[in-house]
């Protein structure tokens, strides 16, 4: 069974810092890993979709790396903004056909102006 | 683009009452995701649909069942509603074959009084 672990729980920071949160996967037989951003009450977005058969993909200030045999993905956010305040999750489905995700505990996050 | 439309936004019941939520997929996406979020949790996978055929389930309750229909449209429909049913629930697409990225929409707050 797909256990996804994510530190830090919470973490607070002033603009401007450069961050890095951590997800953790026990069954590294995944299709993909997909990092989310949800904002209180709402819906979730897709970030970065990272292929199990790449390092790392990168969006604007964001860049997500992947390492399978660790069974680890991180997400590094770069000069950090109070419009980055979310919660962060991450999630890999299991290698099968239909692929349901399974979510860490998530990360909240909150940048001081 | 057109995105994952659930309906409806909010949702407020009774205990016993039943409730119906709906999901249209993204155009071409051909399997479907629920997930419930209670309060403070992450997303747990409810049930998922491919091809209008049930293709995984998860931490599904007796009192809920879920369909897909022709037109590739989910909806859940729940019945014996409990205080603990209250949640934010979402449903997701995907299109079999592609880079397996999952799309989430907005989601349904169900409010159980």
């Known amino acids: 069974k797909q256990e996804v672990t994510q530190i830090p729980a919470a973490l607070s920071v002033p603009e401007g810092e450069n961050l890095v949160l951590n997800c953790s996967f026990t069954d590294s037989a995944i299709y993909n890993l997909q990092w989310f951003r949800q904002d209180p009450g709402k819906g979730l977005t897709s970030l970065l979709l990272?292929?199990?058969?790449?390092r790392e993909q990168t969006s604007g200030r964001l860049n997500a790396s992947l390492d399978k045999s660790s069974g680890r993905s991180t997400l590094y956010i770069a000069a950090s903004q109070p419009g980055d305040s979310a919660t962060y999750l991450c999630a890999a489905p299991r290698n099968t056909g239909f692929q349901k995700l399974v979510f860490g505990t998530g990360t909240r996050l909150l940048v001081s102006p | 683009a057109a995105g994952v439309i659930q309906s409806p936004r909010h949702l407020i019941k009774e205990k016993r009452e039943t409730a119906t939520l709906k999901c249209y997929p993204i155009?071409?996406?051909?399997?479907v995701y629920w997930y419930q979020q209670g309060p403070g949790q992450d997303p747990q996978f409810l049930i998922s649909?491919?091809?209008?055929?049930?293709?995984d389930k998860g931490s599904i309750p007796d009192r809920f069942s879920a369909q897909q229909f022709s037109d590739y449209h989910s909806e859940l429909n729940m019945s014996s509603l409990e205080l603990g049913d209250s949640a934010l629930y979402f449903c997701?697409?995907?299109?079999?074959?592609?880079?397996?990225?999952?799309?989430f929409g907005e989601g349904s707050r169900l409010t159980v009084l």
């Open positions: 990272i292929q199990s058969s790449q």
């Open positions: 649909f491919y091809e209008k055929m049930q293709s």
């Open positions: 997701a697409s995907r299109e079999q074959g592609s880079t397996g990225e999952l799309f």
């Open positions: 155009p071409r996406h051909d399997t």
